[in-house]
Antibody, heavy 118, light 107 residues
Framework: QVQLVQSGAEVKKPGASVKVSCKAS????????MHWVRQAPGQGLEWMGW????????YYPQKFQGTVTMTRDTSISSVYMELSRLRSDDTAVYYC???????????WGQGTLVTVSS | DIQMTQSPSSLSASVGDRVTITCRAS??????VAWFQQKPGIAPKSLIY???SLQSGVPSRFSGSGSGTDFTLTISSLQPEDFATYHC?????????FGPGTKVDIK
């Protein structure tokens, strides 16, 4: 069965960086693009970009260019999302999600709460 | 960026009711729309992709329709486990964007 298991909650100070992991199992890791989506407290969902686990290629929307970096480690079927220069409004739950080729997402990770506070 | 709006923002309904949620895109997006269900403190669950295709394992009481700018999610007979927030998403153009959500609660 498909599973996406994310790393645990983080508390960071403004200006710091955070790296969230997402470990995949139950499918061929390199066959599916992986996306990251975040949700601030009480707010809607916000898409942060994708990574192609086969090639390492990435796409980030303009809002996140320069602050987000997505990487992967094919040896352990994991993708990572690193967000730098954290601000208080980066406080959110961060989700990884698997893309059904060209058709949005089918499976989601359980989410990782990142709290940015001085 | 494409703006996705949803109506209503919330609704109260009873078990067995037929519920319809509308999503409108600020420009034409063909059928590149997905719907997600989310319960408090839990990750979203994927319901529908390509506007009307049901994800595997999703009950048939859920259906989606629409093309262009106007889309609907319908629950034919609301069940207790369906009380949740529903989000639409467009994935035709970057950046992918979501609607603000529609909360369905118990009347």
């Amino acid at each position: 069965q498909v599973q996406l298991v994310q790393s645990g909650a983080e508390v960071k100070k403004p200006g710091a960086s955070v790296k969230v992991s997402c470990k995949a199992s139950g499918f061929t890791f390199t066959d599916y693009y992986m996306h990251w989506v975040r949700q601030a407290p009480g707010q809607g969902l916000e898409w942060m970009g994708w990574i192609n686990p086969k090639t390492g290629g990435t796409y980030y929307p303009q809002k996140f260019q320069g602050t987000v970096t997505m990487t992967r480690d094919t040896s352990i079927s994991s993708v990572y999302m690193e967000l730098s220069r954290l601000r208080s409004d980066d406080t959110a739950v961060y989700y990884c999600a698997r893309e059904i080729s060209g058709y949005s997402f089918d499976f989601w990770g359980q989410g990782t709460l990142v709290t940015v506070s001085s | 960026d494409i703006q996705m709006t949803q109506s209503p923002s919330s609704l109260s309904a009873s078990v067995g009711d037929r519920v319809t949620i509308t999503c409108r895109a600020s420009q034409r997006i063909s059928n590149f729309v997905a719907w997600f269900q989310q319960k408090p403190g839990i990750a979203p669950k994927s319901l529908i992709y390509a506007a009307s295709s049901l994800q595997s394992g999703v009950p048939s009481r859920f259906s989606g329709s629409g093309s262009g700018t106007d889309f609907t999610l319908t629950i034919s007979s609301l069940q207790p486990e369906d009380f949740a927030t529903y989000h639409c998403q467009q994935y035709n153009y970057y950046p992918f964007t979501f609607g603000p959500g529609t909360k369905v609660d118990i009347k």
